[in-house]
């Protein structure tokens, strides 16, 4: 019988590092984390914005994972956070990264007396659910059907 190999040994030692409105270049330099190369001015606007965090997880000098959250506010709800994306280097998932960047937002979010915090993914997305239930997220069977609106290319 094998033995269960424990995340937190295989962790590399990590830095999160919540970025503010002078720090595009770092978002720059993780490019490789995100869908698409960011762009300049959509991330100095992200960082600029009230209520929009970035944190990338480092080890050493590689940016190695990020999370992003929104805070949303309602008039008869307060404010919660939404977890607006995470993404992980390949090499360096299925060592508990991905669960302290999300474990940090939402100490961010308790910070900013949010109510709450959530995130929308699909049922095939095993290792985003395995990620979000490690940090505490509980699962909403509610159905949910996303609507959008596209008003240019990306």
């Not at 869908?35 to 600029?48: E, G, M, S, V």
């Not at 994972?65 to 404010?79: C, L, M, Q, R, Y």
Request: charged share 25%; net charge negative; with cysteine.
């Amino acid at each position: 019988m094998r033995a269960r190999r424990d995340p937190e040994d295989t962790m590399p030692k990590v830095e999160i590092t919540r970025l503010g409105a002078g720090d595009v270049e770092k978002v720059i330099a993780a490019a490789d984390l995100f869908d698409r190369q960011p762009q300049r001015a959509a991330t100095a606007r992200f960082l600029a914005a009230s209520g929009h965090h970035l944190l990338i997880a480092y080890d050493g000098p590689t940016p190695i994972g990020f999370v992003s959250g929104i805070e949303t506010v309602h008039p008869d709800k307060g404010a919660e956070m939404f977890l607006y994306e995470l993404g992980v280097a390949e090499a360096h998932r299925r060592r508990g990264v991905g669960r302290a960047l999300v474990e940090r937002l939402a100490g961010i979010a308790r910070s900013l007396d949010c109510y709450g915090m959530w995130v929308a993914t699909d049922d095939a997305n095993t290792a985003a659910l395995a990620t979000y239930e490690a940090a505490g997220a509980t699962r909403d069977d509610q159905p949910a059907v996303i609507l959008t609106w596209s008003f240019r290319e990306r």
